[in-house]
């Protein structure tokens, strides 16, 4: 048992031994400027989604044209809500 425990030591403690090498100086900042990706052409444009100019301009004039009024004269009396606090 003792002739199996002195090699299993020994192998314990020769990492514990070695000399460490530390990286040179500012080692990071070159390795996370070599991994960044150069990106020679610009992105494809992405398609316009939404309105054309003539429905947006309809709907900006239809907005301007409710917004000068007050909010109960928009709403119909049957939509008004009342609010029963009990």
Partial sequence: MRLLLVPALLLALVPACAERVAPPQGASVRIAAATQKVQPLPPE???VEGMDGG???QVMENYRKTEK???EF???TSDKIQINMK
Wanted: hydrophobic share 40%; proline share 25%.
């Fill in 45 to 47: 444009p992405l398609p």
């Fill in 55 to 57: 429905k947006a301009a």
């Fill in 69 to 71: 009024k007050p909010l």
């Fill in 74 to 76: 928009q709403m119909k």
